[in-house]
T-cell receptor, first 108, second 115 residues
Framework: GIQVEQSPPDLILQEGANSTLRCNFSDSVNNLQWFHQNPWGQLINLFYIPSGTKQNGRLSATTVATERYSLLYISSSQTTDSGVYFCAVGGGADGLTFGKGTHLIIQP | GAVVSQHPSWVICKSGTSVKIECRSLDFQATTMFWYRQFPKQSLMLMATSNEGSKATYEQGVEKDKFLINHASLTLSTLTVTSAHPEDSSFYIC???????????FGDGTRLSIL
């Protein structure tokens, strides 16, 4: 099956800092989604981005499908950005394969 | 936006009990729903694909007789954990996909604790 690798596994930053999270995947995909899992376990859908670039406020994402990677950018971090960020990929109609996540801690 | 409701949020029960979890798409029809499981400090793993009106497709290593899935309507899928044991304790989360749309929308999950 498809492999998904996320880096870094852990990231500790001061409030106000910028960060880049990376997701590499081993095969072509029709679905790539970025999620933020909050401390209560809820998966917040950040982006559906199988290719191209999108922005939503302080967050943006870019997927280069031909090179099989995606990047999630967080600017001007806030403590509420803390949590686990997951990248998940799939073939379209299939279930998603999740990476192991990046555990982000934003310190005040 | 697309809303998926999952119920209950928390379940604590004794070993040997069967537990049913519901997943509903509130504002769209979902021919396909998915069930995932997440153990503490781990990632989410796909358990099964639930198809309206047909049998579910289970991932390798997931016991279909242990985890019964029913998708009787276009807005409701249920997962029943039969004769649950402590090792079934986990976070179960469902997702649904609008027909002709690829992106999946997730419920808030169910935390299952078997004593």
């Amino acid at each position: 099956g498809i492999q998904v690798e996320q880096s870094p596994p852990d990231l500790i930053l001061q409030e106000g800092a910028n960060s880049t999270l990376r997701c590499n995947f081993s095969d072509s995909v029709n679905n790539l989604q970025w999620f933020h899992q909050n401390p209560w376990g809820q998966l917040i859908n950040l982006f559906y981005i199988p290719s191209g670039t999108k922005q939503n406020g302080r967050l943006s994402a870019t997927t280069v499908a031909t090179e099989r990677y995606s990047l999630l950018y967080i600017s001007s971090s806030q403590t509420t950005d803390s949590g686990v960020y997951f990248c998940a990929v799939g073939g379209g109609a299939d279930g998603l394969t999740f990476g192991k996540g990046t555990h982000l801690i934003i310190q005040p | 936006g697309a809303v998926v409701s999952q119920h209950p949020s928390w379940v604590i029960c004794k070993s040997g009990t069967s537990v049913k979890i519901e997943c509903r798409s509130l504002d769209f029809q979902a021919t396909t729903m998915f069930w995932y499981r997440q153990f503490p400090k781990q990632s989410l793993m796909l358990m099964a694909t639930s198809n309206e009106g047909s049998k579910a497709t289970y991932e390798q290593g997931v016991e279909k007789d242990k985890f019964l899935i029913n998708h009787a309507s276009l807005t409701l899928s249920t997962l029943t954990v039969t004769s649950a044991h402590p090792e079934d304790s986990s976070f179960y989360i469902c997702s649904a996909r609008r027909d002709s749309v690829v992106a999946q929308h997730f419920g808030d999950g169910t935390r299952l604790s078997i004593l």
